[in-house]
């Protein structure tokens, strides 16, 4: 269901369940999870999410679920969630490669991931209204976000889903690219990430989530840019990267 490949430093990490269009039950969250945590304990430098087949996720997989006997808060709260945290929090530049559907948990999978490339033709949004559900993992809060609240109400009432193209342009996620370029382009990215200065993306990319969660402002968030960058100026990147372009080549990052 889930596999994970480490290759140069970049882990890939694959939904592969295709037949169900990814969808995830619980065992499918432990492996996930587990997946992520060996990634970690590896020391990569970058990670890629993708799903095979169809689409990237189509979201919980309730095709064994009876509505009476349903624990979605241990399923939502208790697994997703957790995981969600996890992914959020993974130390090096996370990358997610989205095509066809990307809904509910699977939407909260993207909203966990540091940079989202999308198909041009992927599908996104809330599907929930024949359910008699509510848009879940996170959803809400990054449609009004981006969207406000009279698109993203719209969007859950009337369960129409947006394109990728249409995603990107109204500020969802990164970038949007041709269906049949996007696994590549994202490895290329997550790639010249791994051999980045990923010390200094990690700095970042907790700065950019205290000012997305604790919503600090400009003077704060500048007081904690001075702090990183004092902490990174005795690091071996730093120097390499200052001997670098003192000496006119390319720098050797090895994160540290």
């Not at 999308?118 to 008699?132: K, N, Q, T, W, Y």
């Not at 049949?180 to 200094?200: C, I, N, P, S």
Request: hydrophobic letters at 45%.
């Amino acid at each position: 269901m889930i596999d994970l490949n480490i290759d140069h430093g970049v882990a890939e990490v694959v939904l592969n369940a295709p037949k169900k269009l990814n969808s995830l039950d619980e065992q499918a969250l432990a492996e996930l999870d587990a997946a992520y945590r060996e990634a970690e304990a590896s020391g990569v430098r970058a990670l890629l999410l993708r799903g095979e087949g169809r689409g990237f996720c189509a979201g919980r997989d309730i095709s064994g679920v009876t509505p009476a006997d349903d624990d979605v808060q241990g399923y939502l709260g208790e697994k997703v969630t957790p995981l969600l945290r996890r992914m959020a929090t993974f130390e090096a530049p996370t990358f997610a490669a989205v095509h066809g559907p990307c809904l509910g948990v699977g939407l909260g999978l993207a909203i966990a991931t540091d940079v989202v490339y999308v198909a041009e033709d992927a599908r996104i949004g809330s599907p929930f209204a024949s359910l008699g559900a509510t848009l879940d993992s996170g959803g809400h809060a990054l449609f009004v976000e981006r969207l406000g609240a009279h698109r993203t109400l719209d969007l859950i009432y009337t369960a129409e889903l947006i394109s990728g193209a249409e995603a990107v342009a109204s500020g969802l996620f990164s970038r949007a690219v041709p269906a049949d370029q996007l696994v590549e382009f994202t490895r290329q990215k997550a790639r010249t990430a791994a051999e980045g200065a990923t010390l200094a993306f990690r700095e970042s990319k907790k700065l950019v989530a205290r000012i997305r969660d604790e919503r600090i402002g400009l003077w704060e968030s500048l007081d904690e840019e001075n702090r990183a960058q004092a902490a990174l100026c005795s690091s071996a990147d730093y120097a390499e990267g200052f001997d670098a372009f003192q000496s006119k080549r390319a720098p050797q990052f090895h994160g540290r």
